[in-house]
């Protein structure tokens, strides 16, 4: 009877056990905060005082302040996002990189205001957002209703899967139809349709008349990534959240979307917040660079600053596990270990048990992010007494610190 009434859960390190009566405590706190959270966001004529704020570098579409965002789960509360601080310059792509589950995700749907809720709340922090009209928002105290004029149309996202995104029952141009229609009042049928078309030939598909007409199935994987960066454009948006727009295609569509995505940041004069696991996308596309592991950020700089004088461990150990084409090696590297569970994470670094630099310096609490340049900022205790301390040679990052060098030139 007992095996009945203990559920065995994953935690870091040691397994735990909660007992039914304990899950269900939790549950019951977990809907009392998440009840609090969800009744402030649904509240209607809020004053906008309450959420203007100022942008601290105008030159900043984005400014992400200390964000925490957490899921109450019965299991207890998961920090995906612990208190993550990086700007998005005005007509930059800034690349967002790190394991599955450090939170990349996360971090993009708080902008979105997306979270799954009741369970997902954004509980600290502020994510300033410079509007076309002018303003200064927070996102993270907005209510629901005023995010509608954000979302989708000056914000917009492209996502991993195409099929999923794309709805199977209706055609491609009733969809990109829609989207105008919805965010700009006014515009009649055909003008909408004008416009769709007009976005699908931007995003090079050819015989776009036969695509509008077509259902999401009856289009290749590529296609249907097209249609939605297409779907994505349609509202002229001042900042596109690209989350691993190139994961489910092969290489060489993958390599057509990434231009595609190039040419359009110049074309459109928004910005890109591009999310990946993959350090070669983002020596090719981004500006800046944000590492991401374990729901914060180990490091940030420019993508030069990243590529040839990593400072972080596993900035490092990322570089280390990409295939390069000029270095023969008969293994390739691979980081030990996993990304730990969010759920009760420790005081300390938390790539200390996976880290092959790790000293007893490192016993201490989570190190602070510390500035190398202006741009270029680490968070790891070996730097702390010495900021000029090489343990990485830029020289044996190969082709992607190449690709950065000839991209940015
Ligand atoms: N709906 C959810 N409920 C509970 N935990 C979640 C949920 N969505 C994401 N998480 C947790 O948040 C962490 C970060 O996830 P995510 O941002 O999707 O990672 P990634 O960096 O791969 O995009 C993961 O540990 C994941 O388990
Ligand atoms: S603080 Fe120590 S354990 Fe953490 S990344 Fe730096 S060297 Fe590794
Ligand atoms: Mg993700």
């Known amino acids: 009877m007992a095996l009945f009434k203990k559920k065995k859960i994953q935690s870091i390190g040691d397994s735990q056990y909660l007992t039914l009566r304990e899950e269900r405590k939790i549950a019951k706190e977990n809907a009392k905060i998440t009840k609090a959270y969800e009744k402030r966001k649904n509240r209607t004529k809020v004053p906008e005082s309450e959420y203007l704020t100022e942008m601290r570098d105008p030159k900043n579409v984005v400014e992400f302040d200390n964000l925490h965002t957490y899921f109450y789960t019965d299991v207890g509360v998961s920090k995906a996002v612990n208190g993550v601080s990086f700007d998005i310059p005005e007509g930059s792509i800034v690349g967002v990189v790190g394991e599955s589950g450090c939170g990349k995700s996360v971090t993009s749907l708080s902008l979105m205001q997306l979270v799954q809720a009741p369970q997902g709340q954004i509980v ?226 938390y790539y200390k048990n996976r880290c092959e630099m790790c000293q007893e310096c490192c016993e201490g609490d989570f190190p602070e992010l510390m500035q190398f340049s202006e741009t270029h900022f680490a968070a790891c205790h070996l730097y702390r007494d010495n900021k000029d301390l090489v343990i990485y040679d830029s020289l044996t990052t190969g082709a992607e610190s190449e690709k950065a060098e000839v991209a940015h030139e």
């Open 124 to 349: 600290e922090g502020q994510i300033r957002y410079k509007a076309t009209n002018g303003k200064c928002y927070d996102i993270a105290k907005m209510p629901r209703n005023e995010m509608l004029h954000i979302r989708g149309k000056e914000i917009s996202m492209i996502f991993q899967e195409p099929m999923t995104s794309l709805n199977p029952v209706f055609t491609i141009g009733a969809q990109l139809d829609e989207v105008v229609l919805l965010h700009e009042p006014g515009t009649t049928k055909e003008q909408a349709k004008a416009r769709s078309l007009e976005m699908l030939k931007l995003v090079g598909i050819a015989m776009c008349e036969k695509v509008y007409d077509s259902y999401p199935h009856e289009l290749s994987g590529g296609m249907r990534q097209r249609v939605m960066i297409a779907m994505s454009l349609s509202c002229n948006p001042r900042l596109i959240i690209a989350d691993e727009p190139t994961t489910a295609l092969d290489v060489t569509i993958q390599a057509q979307i990434l231009d595609l995505l190039r040419d359009l940041r110049h074309k459109i004069q928004g910005s890109i917040m591009l999310i990946t696991h993959d350090l070669g996308v983002i020596a090719e596309m981004a500006d800046y660079v944000v590492v991401m592991y374990a729901g914060r950020i180990v490091e940030k700089g420019t993508v030069r600053e990243i590529f040839h004088t990593p400072k972080h461990p596993y900035t490092i150990g990322l570089m280390k596990s990409k295939p390069s084409v000029n270095k023969l090696v008969e293994r390739l590297y691979s980081i030990p270990g996993q990304v730990p569970n969010p759920i009760n994470m420790p005081k300390h670094c």
